[in-house]
Structures are given as structure tokens and as C-alpha cells.
């Protein structure tokens, strides 16, 4: 990925695709599709693309913080964190972009890579999904799923579609859920650092999600004690339901956004007393 700009001096991403084999160039025409038919608040724009020769070149709008992945993992020292109102923030308008892709186009786009890395933030943490090489037409008519060669990042996608390559709605919705447990741990999806038994967020994750006793112990240790413990309860609870091994049982995009920004709105009117963070009584 570069940094450019127009002639019009707008500063603009530039990602330069891999030019070897057959399926650089599909997800190439697949990007250029979706982005160009797709149009949402929450979804990366695509102002041009060039083909020349081997050379594929797609031109976004630049957003200037980077990605999620950024603001989550291996800090520089004397960075500041992402405050819990500002990850529910992310974890909102991340959700609103997935909404518009599942329940707004006609048929509904699966997604297919949702990760941090793949979640941008502009100037206000702001964020747009992108990355689009992926995406599929889901199901439409009397069919259930699309099956497809499993592709994505190991740690974000389904279990069920790593086992037979079916690829659901309910698939983003792991693969969201993935993304709120890294928001709330502050720990990567897969971490190969880690002890064994450590490396898969979501398999550690599990044993503290079945206790509510040990939900403090999953909260990113960089966040100090800033995070209203209700709400807390209420994030790992809607995380829980998105990352259930049987698809049937993850909830709908829109009964999550509901979830999330009635959280929204409890943790922007919580208070911090003597580093402590106390709910407002309902």
C-alpha cells in the first residue's frame, strides 16, 4: 500500500496488487465490482483503479489512521491506547458497514475477510471496511449457503466454513465476533508468541466467557481499569453469541447493532471515579 496523491492534491491510498496467477486478477475484479456498486459511510470508497499490462493498481480514499490492527497490537511506546468508548465506537460503525452489505444490497454480499486489519479509521476512529477481493454473492432463493474454496485468514473465519467450505451470513458474524474479542482482550486472533493453548483468541477466550467472575480478566490490560463493568458484561455477552460454533445460534447483524449502540450510549455516559469506572444506574 502507498501514499499518493491526485492531480487535485486529495491524498489517496494506492494498493498495488500481487500480478502473478489467476486469482490476483479475480480478486482484482471482484474489488472493483463491489466497491464500485457498494456505497456506504462505513465502507472504503474507490475512486479509480488502472490496469497496465501485469501492473493492477486500486486508488481509495486515504484514511489517515491507519487500520484497527494498528491501534490494537504492539504499541509504540507512548501511544495511547483506544479507550473503551472509542473501541465501541469502531465496533458500531464496523457493524453498520456489515448491516449494509448483509441487509441493504439485493442479493446480500458476504464479506468474507473481516479482521482489524481490514477495518480503517479516518481522522475521528471512524471506521470503514475494506479489502473487498473476497466478498461473494450469498445465498439467494431456496439456497442456504455458497460454497467456495476456504480462503480468508486462519483465526477469523468460521468453523463450520473451514470444515466444508460453506459460506453463510453467519460467517461474517463469527468472523465479527473475532473482531470484538480482539477489541475487548487487546490480543491478536492468532498470536503464535503465545504458550500453546494461548495462540487462538477464541479458544482461550472460552473458558472466561462461561464465568462472568472472570470477565474482568479479559479486558485489555492497556486500558487500566477504564471500562464500565455492566457494560463490559453487556460486549462479552453480544461477542459470546457472535462466536457460537453453530451458525444457527449467532445472531443477525441488525439484533447486534441494536445490542451495540445501546452499549454506545451506556459507556459514553459512565463515569470514572478514583480509576474506577462506575455505570449509570437504569
Not at 136 to 163: I, N, Q, R
Not at 216 to 229: A, E, I, S, T
Request: with cysteine.
Amino acid at each position: 500500500m502507498y501514499k499518493g496523491s491526485l492531480e487535485q492534491k486529495q491524498v489517496v491510498a494506492i494498493k498495488q496488487l500481487n500480478h502473478d496467477g489467476l486469482q490476483g486478477f479475480q480478486e482484482f475484479i471482484v474489488e472493483v465490482l463491489m466497491l464500485s456498486l457498494l456505497h456506504h459511510s462505513n465502507l472504503v470508497t474507490l475512486i479509480s483503479y488502472c490496469t497496465d499490462g501485469d501492473q493492477r493498481l486500486l486508488v481509495y480514499e486515504y484514511m489517515s489512521m491507519g487500520s484497527l490492527e494498528d491501534h490494537l497490537f504492539d504499541l509504540d511506546p507512548g501511544k495511547d491506547p483506544l479507550s473503551w468508548s472509542t473501541r465501541i465506537k469502531i465496533a458500531v460503525g464496523a457493524a453498520r458497514g456489515l448491516e449494509y452489505l448483509h441487509n441493504k444490497t439485493n442479493p446480500p454480499v458476504i464479506y468474507h475477510d473481516l479482521k482489524s486489519a481490514n477495518i480503517l479509521l479516518d481522522n475521528d476512529y471512524n471506521p470503514k471496511l475494506s479489502d473487498f477481493g473476497l466478498a461473494k454473492l450469498g445465498p439467494v432463493g431456496d439456497h442456504t449457503h455458497v460454497s467456495t474454496t476456504v480462503m480468508g485468514t486462519y483465526g477469523y473465519y468460521a468453523p463450520e466454513y473451514a470444515m466444508s467450505g460453506k459460506l453463510t451470513l453467519k460467517s461474517d458474524i463469527y468472523s465479527f465476533g473475532v473482531v470484538l474479542l480482539e477489541l475487548i482482550t487487546g490480543r491478536r486472533a492468532i498470536d503464535t508468541t503465545k504458550k500453546p493453548g494461548e495462540q487462538n483468541l477464541v479458544t482461550w477466550s472460552r473458558s472466561f466467557l462461561k464465568d462472568r467472575r472472570k470477565f474482568v480478566q479479559l479486558v485489555d490490560p492497556l486500558l487500566q481499569g477504564r471500562f464500565p463493568l455492566r457494560c463490559l458484561h453487556h460486549a462479552i455477552a453480544i461477542t459470546a453469541m457472535c462466536i457460537q460454533e453453530q451458525p444457527t445460534f449467532r445472531p443477525l447483524i441488525g439484533d447486534i447493532i441494536v445490542a451495540l449502540e445501546y452499549l454506545a450510549a451506556q459507556s459514553n455516559t459512565s463515569e470514572l471515579h478514583n480509576g474506577r469506572v462506575r455505570s449509570p444506574t437504569v
